[in-house]
């Protein structure tokens, strides 16, 4: 997994990148979390992520829940149909902010 | 990777790998190439490899919670006929307790407790045995093409 951040005002964009997976998720929250704890809103880009496990949606759960605690928002944009697929397995289409 | 029959109405490939977190991109990439071979239906394809990489990530994440740096290999074989795939995988961990892998209640929106979900949701079965020697834990699913 890479990644890229941009920033704009009081929000940042995360690019992900690659396959996320029980061995990537430490790595996507030590790129988010701090994001958060910031104060920042957060749009998670996922346009280049092909593959998603239940870690990774694990990870869009705690940062969702996360953003909410600290009075932020986590917005997923340009979901990858593959992990739209996962997310709406999940059931979760309706809980997380996708864009 | 091995093939151990290549009965064109009968396919099965196998193959191992070490028990840990890093090698489920392996299992992944080795799914991904049978399922080619086996020309199953391509919409079909990444929904299988999910399934098959979540009981991998199981074996690693309860079967060895306690020994993260095992050298243990794990085995997965997948079987294939005309009307249904069978997924195999083989373990030396501890085995697996049937009472305790469920997944959590889907409406109840917390990290964790999906991998189980995932499986019941893609394949058809799913049936724990005993592993035979060397193998403690057999866990089987199938699915109707």
Aim: charged residues 30%; proline residues 2%; hydrophobic residues 35%.
């Amino acid at each position: 997994m890479t990644y890229k951040v941009t920033e704009e005002g009081n929000s940042s964009t995360v690019f992900l990148d690659g396959e996320i997976d029980m061995d990537k998720t430490e790595g996507a929250k030590e790129v988010i979390f701090p994001i958060i704890d910031s104060g920042k809103d957060v749009y998670l880009n996922l346009s280049n992520v092909q593959y998603m496990d239940s870690s990774g949606i694990s990870v869009l759960i705690e940062s969702h829940q996360k953003a909410l605690e600290k009075g932020t928002k986590l917005i997923i944009k340009d979901v990858s149909k593959s992990v739209l697929k996962v997310i709406m397995m999940a059931k979760l289409e309706q809980i997380l902010n996708l864009e | 990777m091995s093939t151990e029959n290549s009965d064109q109405t009968n396919l099965s490939e196998k193959k191992d790998f070490l028990v840990n977190s890093s090698s489920l991109k392996d299992v992944r990439s080795f799914s991904r190439e049978v399922f080619e071979k086996f020309k199953i239906n391509e919409d079909l394809r990444e929904e299988l490899v999910l399934a098959i990489a979540e009981a991998a990530q199981n074996i690693v994440k309860h079967a060895y919670k306690d020994y993260p740096d095992t050298q243990d290999r794990m085995a997965v074989r997948i079987s294939c006929t005309d009307k249904e795939l069978e997924i195999s995988f083989f373990d030396k961990g501890k085995p697996v307790e049937k009472s305790k892998v469920k997944h959590r209640a889907i409406d109840d929106v917390k990290p964790g407790g999906l991998g189980t979900f995932f499986i019941q949701e893609i394949m058809d079965s799913i049936k724990f045995k005993e592993g035979d020697k060397p193998w403690i834990n057999n866990l089987v699913l199938t699915k109707k093409l």
